[in-house]
């Protein structure tokens, strides 16, 4: 989905949609066959960021148990 150098340049919120996306939405759909939850390390400060990714519609969420660090809804 990336190219290999895009960590250096983008966001913890875009290098962790970015993983989330490349774990459980395939092509070509870019969707999950079922609604995934799970628990990564957080790009942003090596905590626990709890996400989830919609089977429905593909969209995905993510919080990190950090206060402050990164959170996102697309």
């Known amino acids: 989905m990336t190219r290999p ?4 340049f983008s ?3 875009a290098r962790a949609m970015s993983e989330v996306r490349g774990l ?3 092509p070509p759909t ?3 066959s079922q609604t995934a939850r799970g628990t990564i390390r957080c790009t ?3 905590g626990n960021l709890n ?4 089977a429905i519609d593909g969209r995905t969420t993510g919080r990190c148990s950090t206060a ?3 959170k996102w809804s697309d």
């Open 5 to 8: 150098g895009f960590g250096v």
């Open 11 to 13: 966001s913890a919120v």
């Open 24 to 26: 459980h939405c395939p």
């Open 30 to 32: 870019f969707r999950p």
């Open 44 to 46: 942003g400060c090596g």
């Open 51 to 54: 996400y989830t990714a919609s």
């Open 68 to 70: 402050g660090c990164v």
